[in-house]
Nanobody, 119 residues
Framework: QVRLVESGGGLVQPGGSLKLSCKAS????????MTWRRQAPGKQRELVAS???????DYLDSVKGRFTISRDDTERTLYLQMDGLKPEDTAVYSC?????????????WGQGTQVTVSP
């Protein structure tokens, strides 16, 4: 069983920063591509950033230059540094990971962490 647990969300003023973490645990042989997604109330979930195991990163256009995705495979942790936050960044942020275990290769999801950007 693989588990992903996010942390680091909270309430921040516009222009502020937050750093999200996503810790993976369980019977993991390999962490492949990992992503951060978000879902705001009444909106569809969108891909914010992704990071492959060989270091290729992609970002949603609206967060380019403000957000940075990174990972520490020794710690099995994915990060999202969010700077210059805007009210429209308010959402539940969740991570997912393409994971290889002894039995299979599949995608696992975390529960999410709330990010609220408000004066």
């Amino acid at each position: 069983q693989v588990r992903l647990v996010e942390s680091g969300g909270g309430l921040v003023q516009p222009g502020g920063s937050l750093k999200l973490s996503c810790k993976a645990s369980g019977s993991i042989l390999r962490l492949n591509t990992m992503t951060w997604r978000r879902q705001a109330p009444g909106k569809q979930r969108e891909l914010v950033a992704s990071l492959s195991s060989d270091g290729n990163a992609d970002y949603l256009d609206s967060v380019k230059g403000r957000f940075t995705i990174s990972r520490d495979d020794t710690e099995r942790t994915l990060y999202l540094q969010m700077d210059g936050l805007k009210p429209e960044d308010t959402a539940v942020y969740s991570c997912n990971a393409d994971v290889t275990t002894r039995q299979s290769r599949r995608t696992f999801w975390g529960q999410g962490t709330q990010v609220t950007v408000s004066p």
